[in-house]
């Protein structure tokens, strides 16, 4: 009798540390929603997600150590220890967690910014003395045969004008 106590009691422990672990996943969640704003589609998603990486889990730890059977106390052990998680930890978990996430996000955009600063510089004078001459060189190109075109048809209408005029 007393090795099954003592059996129940270590099942009672396991299953109220998953219940912790359960929370620790969840506020993972809650922490990408927070760092990185999602629409309604993708909140959704995460959730069925979540829902299922919780179930493959509890699935796994039952039949690791219970072989596969419910009990009651197994579902209070996991409640007790997410909701002992969710009313002490989690708070301070989660504002860590974003207060990194956002320090590493403001690293990632300025190392960005610091990469990309070069290629900017080479892009500038790229256009400034590629493509700008080039540019310059269409617009009056095209001006040239637009001015040709009208000078044709101004010509063209003097010449008929003058053949109207002869006739």
């Known amino acids: 009798m007393n090795t099954t106590i003592t059996n129940q009691i270590y099942l009672f422990s396991i299953y109220f540390i998953c219940g912790i ?13 927070q760092s990185f704003k999602t629409s309604d589609i ?4 995460e959730d069925i997600i ?20 419910l009990r009651a106390f197994t ?9 002992l998680y969710l009313l002490t930890i989690s708070r301070y978990f989660i504002r860590i967690n974003v207060n990194i996430l956002t320090f590493l996000k403001k690293v990632i955009v300025k190392t960005f910014i610091i990469i990309s600063y070069p290629f900017k510089i080479i892009k500038k004078y790229f256009f400034k003395l590629i493509l700008r001459p080039y540019k310059i060189l269409t617009i009056n190109l095209k001006n040239i045969l637009k001015n040709k075109i009208i000078k044709r048809k101004k010509i063209k209408k003097i010449y008929k004008d003058r053949k109207d005029f002869s006739e």
């Open 21 to 33: 672990i359960i929370g620790i996943f969840f506020d993972l969640f809650r922490i990408l929603r």
């Open 42 to 45: 993708v909140t959704y998603i």
């Open 50 to 69: 979540f829902g299922i990486l919780t179930g493959i889990f509890l699935i796994f730890i039952i039949f690791i150590f219970d072989n596969g059977e």
């Open 75 to 83: 579902f209070i052990a996991l409640v007790l220890g997410a909701i």
